[in-house]
């Protein structure tokens, strides 16, 4: 499977916020979108990604004042990307080698979205489903044997 149909799965929708505004802001956007990551965006292109690790990691960096911490203070700002023409297996590599649980998708300098373990999950889960009925379709459908006489 290939990550643009991982993709084509999850749905392209994506959160983006600025690199200038207040850590606060982003949390707001994640607690209401319930997402775990948001691309960060500068004129016109991706700046980097900030995920609940790095906001955890700037709120304890920043103390009482992680409200007012800029995204771009916390945020990663050369995050692993993935191609959309990646296999998921290389993808899971990926997400493991640098312990990064959200990936940009992109296609040369334009995002097509992110992807989450939660996505390659749900992926794999939804392909051995797949694979299972088709098998347990074959197995009902096994050609009767012929008399050998």
């Known amino acids: 499977m290939l990550v643009s149909e ?6 392209k929708v994506l959160f983006t916020i600025a690199p200038n505004k ?6 707001a956007i ?9 691309v ?19 709120t304890q960096k920043a103390g009482a004042a992680w409200q007012e911490l800029p995204v771009a203070d916390a945020m990663l700002t050369t995050p692993v990307v993935a191609a959309p023409n990646m296999e998921m297996d290389e993808l899971r590599r990926q997400m493991v080698e640098h312990h990064q649980r959200y990936l940009p998708v992109m296609d040369e300098a334009v995002l097509l979205g992110v992807v ?11 392909e051995q489903s ?3 009925r088709m098998l347990k379709n074959y197995i009902r459908n096994w050609p009767a044997e012929e008399d050998q006489a």
């Open 30 to 38: 994640m607690t209401e979108q319930d997402v775990g990551s948001l």
């Open 130 to 132: 797949f694979e299972n």
């Open 40 to 58: 960060v965006f500068d004129k016109g292109r991706m700046a980097g990604l900030l995920t609940f690790r790095e906001v955890l990691i700037g």
């Open 22 to 27: 207040a850590l606060s802001e982003a949390v």
């Open 6 to 11: 991982i993709l084509a799965i999850k749905g």
């Open 116 to 126: 989450s373990f939660h996505d390659v999950a749900k992926a794999v889960l939804e």
